[in-house]
């Protein structure tokens, strides 16, 4: 595996960490490779083969076991931003179920960042997935 296949495999990882790869979970995921570097320029079949292969991987190894095979090829700003990406995905539904909380624990674990830098990155996101103005709406 690659560091694009890995990438791309921590993601499908974090949308199927319920144990559900739903439509718009895969929607999302795509929606978040679509602008990066290479997914933006590679050609759509080679993008499907892509998924087709990191599908049958978790099929095969389950989440645990994909991210495991994942994170020996990501440098440690990839890493970073997998973690952050991860996040991204699990919360785009705007609920997060005990088993997502499970999965980013984990992966910020395995990670092995910075001291800190995880819980960072998981402030951050919590930051920005926050329903600030509801707050006026509430007063």
Known sequence: MNSAESFAAICLAAVASDGVLGRDEARSLRVE??????YSSMDEDVLVDLFD?????????GTEGLVRL???QLSLEQRETALAVATQLVRVDRVLEAEELAFLDQLAAGLQLPEGRAKQILEVMDVLHRDALALDQAN
């Open 70 to 72: 994942a994170l020996p």
């Open 33 to 38: 490779l679509d602008f990066r570097t290479p």
């Open 53 to 61: 292969r990191l599908l049958l991987l978790w099929r095969q190894e």
